[in-house]
């Protein structure tokens, strides 16, 4: 199958501080993406909505200014969580689809993020 | 909007089968997946239903039923291995978005 990969794995960082986390699709041009969260014992939680070269779509509740997107090439998809909080500790997960239609989405590795 | 129902939590034994439900309510249907969840990684695609009846690959099959918003994942010949979260996941018309159950942890015992 299709290959996403996502980096970094894990990541612990301060109050305060910005971190990225990078998605790219390895053998595939990826038109959309998506990033998820997942809290302990929950399902995924769908963020947003990755287009490349337009502005993301989040979904309600989600807040565009601290969960940075930018998918800059077909490729790659950046989630920054800016001015981070302990809240935001949590296990972020990018996919993406190959190709168009309803297709099965592959998924990146996560992201485990800590913030403290 | 799109509600999403399965069980919290099974359990099975070595080499049995197990049947996990799931019942969807969707504003439109575009198609219903299955993904295998191990603790702390990525989930791994398992099957995709777009039309009713059942799909079968090696030890696990799925079925769905779009009349009845129900789909089942079955694993047959259980695994120690196969111990993990299996989460349904559908999405809407016009809509490549996955919306995804809040998923089944199985749990398999010798």
């Known amino acids: 199958g299709a290959v996403v990969s996502q980096h970094p794995s894990r990541v612990i960082c301060k109050s305060g501080t910005s971190v990225k986390i990078e998605c790219r699709s390895l053998?595939?041009?990826?038109?959309?993406m998506f990033w998820y969260r997942q809290f302990p014992k929950k399902s995924l939680m769908l963020m947003a909505t990755?287009?490349?070269?337009?502005?993301?779509?989040?979904e309600q509740g989600v807040e565009k200014d601290k969960f940075l997107i930018n998918h800059a090439s077909l490729t790659l998809s950046t989630l920054t969580v800016t001015s981070a909080h302990p809240e935001d500790s949590s296990f972020y997960i990018c996919?993406?689809?190959?190709?168009?239609?309803?297709?099965?989405?592959?998924f990146g590795q996560g992201t485990r993020l800590t913030v403290v | 909007g799109q509600n999403i129902d399965q069980p919290t939590e099974m359990t099975a034994t070595e080499g049995a089968i197990v049947q996990i439900n799931c019942t969807y309510q969707t504003s439109g249907f575009n198609g219903l997946f299955w993904y295998q969840q191990h603790a702390g990684e990525a989930p791994t695609f398992l099957s995709y239903n777009v039309l009713d009846g059942l799909e079968e690959k090696g030890r696990f099959s799925s079925f769905l039923s779009r009349s009845k918003g129900y789909s089942y994942l079955l694993l047959k010949e259980l695994q120690m291995k196969d111990s993990a979260s299996y989460l349904c996941?559908?999405?809407?018309?016009?809509?490549?978005?996955?919306?995804f159950g809040k998923g089944t942890k199985l749990s398999v015992i010798p």
């Open positions: 996941a559908v999405t809407g018309a016009g809509s490549y978005q996955l919306t």
């Open positions: 053998d595939f041009q990826a038109t959309t």
């Open positions: 996919s993406a689809r190959v190709g168009r239609g309803n297709t099965e989405a592959f």
């Open positions: 990755s287009n490349e070269g337009s502005k993301a779509t989040y």
